[in-house]
């Protein structure tokens, strides 16, 4: 803006609704919505450089990027892959030449190149590394422009985002319940990884436990159970009939999804939902899932699916087939502002997974209001800013995967 317009005192909310009356319009007032915190000023961001890609580790097991500019402002991604930290630290510091020096607004030609130029193309590692870069380009670009991103992708379709929180029995339900979660996601209850093929003892245990989640979170409670791929076919069917009558919300990975066809066989044998996702990577991944109907609920997580980019793709591909999106998210706030910031301009979003509101990680944490929603951020980009002196004891960590046997023979089985 010219130095004129600053000592006017003309705002850019101002100087546009004038030109809607000039335009006879008359006194229309834009919506709120469509603007973050006004800067106080107005910075000349014509050129801008990326000058530095920066990565850290963040407890219990996350990786937090920031992308910096030339001209003071950086981006915040999440570009996590469970239990390979180091590799995907490596991942991104062999994409950052490629990005140094260009202009971090051409986010979608960014993303293309970073994808095909690889020849090797997907796969969780360096679509993972390409999330958390597509995050904080994102949060640069509504930064520069002072909006949130989703007023970047269309606007507002809801002004608050569904969440779910965990229980694994009835008293944790009951917790969950008190403090406003309408929707719980809970795993199969067991003594001990499940066999290829479980007997009725097994089956009654999982179900059972169900039952008392039932009981104790009512009728009006939301209950998805996660099956975590590591229920086989064989077991999965015979759970989910039982699992029937207490009506879970969507059953989740029950089977592997490397084998799509398998998973239609289970979709087609009960009526509740099947859910998938976590492990399918971009549009050419949900394709397939979408064209055979093997899920009716998609999962897309915008860590590793490829970030808000793609997941905005799989959930208008999602929409044709009136399949909703519930994104994937056992990570951190970043992921969640991610995840807030999709939800909140597509209109076929069912509910957001998430385990950190952002205590002790932000500056200002999302808040779990009495009707089991999360506000969509207000603020530019994604609408965060890290706590930097609550992070100090939790930078750095050394998470592995869990490694599960079976407990007759030792032989491995899937956590």
């Known amino acids: 803006m010219k130095s004129s317009t600053k000592k006017s005192g003309i705002t850019r909310r101002s100087a546009i609704q004038s030109v809607l009356g000039v335009a006879g319009m008359g006194s229309i007032v834009l919506p709120q919505t469509s603007y973050a915190a006004s800067p106080g000023h107005f910075a000349d961001y014509s050129k801008v450089k990326i000058t530095k890609l920066e990565t850290f580790l963040v407890k219990p097991r996350w990786i937090f990027l920031k992308i910096h500019t030339d001209v003071g402002v950086y981006g915040l991604g999440e570009p996590l892959l469970e239990g390979r930290a180091l590799t995907i630290q490596t991942a991104i510091k062999e994409v950052e030449p490629y990005l140094i020096g260009k202009d971090p607004r051409q986010v979608v030609h960014h993303w293309q190149a970073i994808y095909r130029h690889a020849f090797y193309r997907g796969g969780p590692i360096l679509t993972s590394a390409l999330s958390g870069i597509d995050h904080a380009l994102w949060d640069i670009k509504g930064k520069l422009l002072n909006v949130p991103v989703y ?36 795993g199969v209850a067991h003594k001990n990884p499940a066999n290829i093929v479980e007997n009725p003892q097994f089956i009654k245990y999982a179900v059972d436990n169900f039952a008392s989640l039932r009981e104790a979170g009512g009728p009006e409670m939301d209950i998805a159970i996660d099956f975590h791929g590591n229920i086989s076919p064989q077991t999965a069917k015979v759970l989910i009939k039982q699992l029937e009558p207490f009506q879970p919300m969507f059953i989740e ?31 050419w991944g949900f394709r397939e899932i979408l064209e055979k109907g093997a899920a009716s609920i998609v999962q897309p997580d915008l860590c590793h699916a490829g970030g808000i980019t793609e997941g905005r793709l799989i959930a208008g591909m999602a929409e044709a087939y009136y399949v909703p999106i519930a994104p994937h998210n056992p990570m951190g706030p970043i992921s969640l502002a991610v995840g807030l910031n999709l939800a909140a301009c597509v209109p076929n979003f069912l509910v957001q997974e998430q385990v950190s509101l952002g205590e002790g990680y932000l500056k200002n944490p999302f808040k779990l209001q009495s009707d089991g929603t999360v506000l969509i951020p207000k603020g530019p980009g994604l609408g965060v800013e890290l706590d930097e002196a609550l ?24 956590w």
């Not at 592997?256 to 399918?280: F, K, S, W, Y």
């Open 151 to 186: 007023e970047l992708l269309g606007g507002p379709t809801r002004d608050r985002v569904r969440v779910y929180g965990r229980a694994s029995n009835a008293e944790d339900m009951k917790k969950r319940k008190a403090e406003g979660f309408t929707v719980i996601k809970t």
């Open 253 to 283: 990975e029950p089977c592997q999804a490397q084998n799509v066809d398998t998973m239609v066989d289970i979709a087609r044998g009960t009526h509740l939902p099947i859910a998938t996702g976590e492990r399918i990577f971009t549009k």
């Open 391 to 414: 992070m100090k004891d939790k930078i750095g960590h050394d998470w592995k995967n869990p490694e599960s046997y079976n407990a007759l023979d030792g032989s491995v089985v899937d």
